[in-house]
């Protein structure tokens, strides 16, 4: 069965993805779906992920240690489980839409070892901190500071197969671009160069 082509959107919070993924859906001739991380975290594990914070919370975590725990033992094995539920729609011949932060080093490297094997494109999806902090304000369910407190992490990569800067196009057109790209059979490397420099573990 061909492998279906997964579209990874790389941006912080605000910076369009998920506007960019709506677009895309509406492309029927690639039949898109749309996973974000947030969704699946929300529907699939809503109730557990809260038992996480408030464990998290109530703990006496001043060290640093302690707060990587439950990264280390819990989140960082559902943020697997997301990449393999990628991986195994593309397996099945899915096109998928890839709506996630991806801001550390560990998690990059579990996605780009799970589905390196895979057609990714890898589009940077990009816009200016101040940009990103007027929406912030505008849209009022995101905490003021998530973006830029991701920022530098987010924009540490400088390899993709597309940029797009979502301060100067329009969501549609970001959208277009991705699927004038797809059209057009060139062949994605982004993710293959990151994969065989393997990120460093920060
Ligand atoms: N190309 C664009 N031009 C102008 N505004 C945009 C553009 N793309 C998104 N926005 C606006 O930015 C806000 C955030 O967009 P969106 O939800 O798509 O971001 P996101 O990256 O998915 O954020 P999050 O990760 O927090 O869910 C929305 O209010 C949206 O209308």
Do not use: W
């Not at 990264?71 to 697997?80: H, S, T």
Request: hydrophobic content about 35%; some cysteine; glycine content about 4%.
């Amino acid at each position: 069965m061909k492998q279906g082509t997964i579209v990874f959107l790389n941006g912080t919070s605000s910076s369009g993805k998920t506007s960019i993924s709506n677009e895309l859906l509406n492309h029927n001739e690639f039949a898109f779906h749309h996973v974000s991380i947030d969704d699946f975290f929300k529907r699939l594990f809503g109730d557990y992920i809260d038992f996480i914070n408030t464990t998290c919370a109530s703990a006496e975590s001043a060290d640093r240690k302690a707060e990587q725990v439950p990264n280390d033992i819990l989140i960082d094995p559902l943020v697997e489980l997301f990449f393999s539920t990628v991986k195994f729609m593309s397996a099945k011949g899915m096109n998928v839409v890839v709506d996630t932060v991806n801001d550390s080093d560990e998690r990059l490297n579990a996605c780009l070892r799970l589905l390196s094997d895979h057609p990714v494109l890898f589009v940077g999806v990009t816009c200016s901190k101040e940009e990103l902090m007027r929406r912030e304000k505008l849209r009022g369910d995101r905490e003021i500071g998530l973006a830029i407190s991701q920022y530098d992490n987010v924009y540490r990569l400088h390899e993709y197969d597309l940029e797009l800067n979502t301060e100067t196009l329009r969501s549609d057109e970001c959208a277009n671009l991705i699927v004038d790209f797809l059209r057009s059979n060139r062949e994605y490397t982004a993710f293959q160069k990151l994969s065989h420099r393997s990120v460093g573990v920060s």
